[in-house]
């Protein structure tokens, strides 16, 4: 897990989890009295399975699914949130010319990060090129009226860069629904805060250092930065879990769509706060391909709250951050 919450003292934070997106949420919320925490654990849950039944690339039954299966040349009306998560999608990728694509999906399992078999090779010039082929946010057609999108043949969709942020939102509008005066929601490192603790103190947040053991943070020396979420969502995107080597090569999960092949650039994290996961999500991505000198001037022009952490040449990590974070962050 990317960030970590640090543990709210108050009895009256009610604590809820489960499993989703194969990775683990959690969430800490303020409830009204008597209100019933099966009722709320089960509501969570739905609510993530619903963005799974849509979205899930590994789900062969999902909407996602369908699509990407579906006959050239053909129009597919779409679940309101999947249309609503693909319209977003497709806006970042046109906006970033391209750095964000979530028609990413066949160099994503070409290389062996999707849903099918994990490779240790680098893939043939041959299968790279068919694969590129494929890709191409541009071939995506959205009817507006209808809710449907375009399958022009051969399109694979791939949301994992967005559903679990989209997630995180889906759970803050049940709980808002729930009456819960405040909440900390994480899904798979993506969280997402609303209100203040009882004791009135605010969420805060530590961004894990790159290379820390996996799993839920436990000292402060694990820790990068601390930062205060205030109505905000913060995502993180990291190179130090998902790759492989080969060759004496190490290759990232994060494939730049443009080029077809893993990031070389020595980005260790990216980290995002934006007002909601709907956003926060998908810009870790495209800041992961844009890298520290571009991904900063598309975020100073956008007003983004963006944390680069780099891999230095003496092997210690650098930070580079926009000033719309570091007015966030705590040293």
Do not use: C
Not at 294 to 300: D, E, R, S, V
């Amino acid at each position: 897990m990317a960030w970590v919450a640090f543990a709210a003292s108050a009895s009256e934070v009610r604590r809820f989890g489960g499993e989703t997106m194969g990775t683990t949420w959690s969430a800490n919320v303020v409830l009204p009295e008597g209100a019933n925490g099966a009722a709320i654990q089960q509501g969570i849950q739905a609510e993530l399975d619903t963005v799974v039944a849509q979205m899930s690339t590994y789900d062969d039954a999902s909407d996602l699914s369908r699509f990407n299966r579906a006959p050239a040349g053909t129009w597919h009306t779409l679940p309101p949130e999947f249309f609503a998560v693909l319209r977003h999608a497709l806006a970042l990728a046109r906006d970033t010319g391209g750095a964000y694509d979530p028609t990413v999906g066949p160099l994503v399992n070409l290389w062996g990060f999707g849903p099918g078999e994990r490779r240790r090779e680098t893939p043939s010039a041959a299968a790279l090129n068919a694969a590129r082929a494929r890709v191409g946010w541009q071939r995506i057609r959205l009817d507006e009226a209808t809710q449907s999108a375009f399958q022009p043949g051969g399109v694979y969709v791939d949301l994992s860069s967005v559903a679990k942020g989209f997630g995180v939102d889906q759970v803050a509008a049940f709980l808002d629904r729930a009456g819960a005066s405040a909440y900390l929601v994480e899904v798979g490192g993506e969280l997402r805060a609303h209100g203040r603790k009882p004791d009135g103190s605010p969420w805060r947040v530590g961004v894990e250092r790159p290379g820390a053991a996996a799993g839920a943070v436990q000292r402060q020396d694990e820790l990068e930065r601390v930062v205060v979420l205030d109505e905000k969502t913060i995502a993180t995107s990291g190179d130090y879990r998902h790759f492989f080597e080969d060759g004496g090569r190490f290759f990232s999960h994060h494939i730049d769509p443009r080029t077809g092949t893993p990031v070389a650039h020595r980005v260790a994290s990216v980290s995002i706060v934006a007002d909601d996961g709907l956003h926060a999500d998908p810009l870790g991505t495209a800041m992961m391909v844009l890298g520290p000198e571009q991904g900063l001037a598309y975020a100073k022009r956008h007003g983004i709250a963006v944390l680069f952490i780099l891999h230095g040449d003496d092997g210690r990590l650098e930070e580079r951050m926009s000033p719309a974070f570091a007015a966030l962050a705590k040293p």
